[in-house]
């Protein structure tokens, strides 16, 4: 299995510009995970989902960030519009049930001038 | 809120010393703790877990130590190598309820020739 992939590997945009991450989680794994890493505030969860239902999106920092999963092989999260305190890294991870492992993708790097 | 402290910050050994990563938890609900290793550009990837019923728990020459009472817990690895130059993040779940990973803020460990 070719693990998480995560696209792109790196955005660089300007403020107010849509920003939009994409996530193919590990095939057969029922939970999707959002995560966002930053040096001040580490791996912080945004939101996940169980069998392509949001679950808790109670770490979404505002109403500019909303995520979909439209199948199980597919997750956006979606920055609109997009503000430089956004820039992190995004990190996409799956995993087969609740109680199983978090597979982490690449990320995505995303600064936002 | 801040539920796993973990310290230190940063962390500099010798080939063959034994660094040791702390983590304190607040939640006695917690019960599952795994360590995540992350390489720069990469995601984090499980490294070990230990539940507390046990004490210590030992792979290869990574061991996690657990202490219940005092809400603590450890990373020590044995015989390090320049090859475990990375990040080390602490984390805590609650597998009873939602399946939601709460980390530490990270360990950022160098180990030297």
């Known amino acids: 299995d070719a693990g998480v992939i995560q696209s792109p590997r790196h955005e660089v945009t300007e403020m107010g510009q849509e920003v939009t991450l994409r996530c193919k989680p590990i095939s057969g794994h029922d939970y999707l995970f959002w995560y966002r890493q930053t040096m001040m505030r580490g791996l912080e969860l945004l939101i996940y989902?169980?069998?392509?239902?949001?679950?808790?999106d109670s770490g979404m920092p505002e109403d500019r960030f909303s995520a979909k999963m439209p199948n199980a092989s597919f997750s956006t999260l979606k920055i609109q519009p997009s503000e430089p305190r956004d820039s992190a890294v995004y990190f996409c991870?799956?995993?087969?049930?609740?109680?199983?492992?978090?597979?982490f993708g690449p990320g995505t790097r995303l600064t936002v001038t | 809120q801040q539920q796993v402290k973990q310290s230190p910050q940063s962390l500099i050994v010798q080939k063959g010393g034994i660094p040791i990563i702390n983590c304190a938890y607040e939640n006695t609900a917690f019960d599952y703790f795994p360590w995540y290793q992350q390489f720069p550009g990469k995601g984090p990837a499980l490294l070990i877990a230990?539940?507390?019923?046990?004490s210590e728990k030992k792979e290869g020459r990574f061991t996690i130590s657990f202490n219940k009472s005092a809400k603590q817990f450890s990373l020590h690895i044995m015989d390090s190598q320049p090859g475990d130059s990375a990040t080390y993040f602490c984390a805590a779940f609650l597998t009873g309820t939602a399946s939601k990973l709460t980390f530490g803020t990270g360990t950022r460990l160098q180990v030297t020739l």
């Open positions: 230990i539940r507390p019923d046990v």
């Open positions: 989902f169980n069998n392509n239902v949001p679950i808790d």
């Open positions: 991870a799956s995993s087969l049930d609740r109680v199983s492992e978090q597979y």
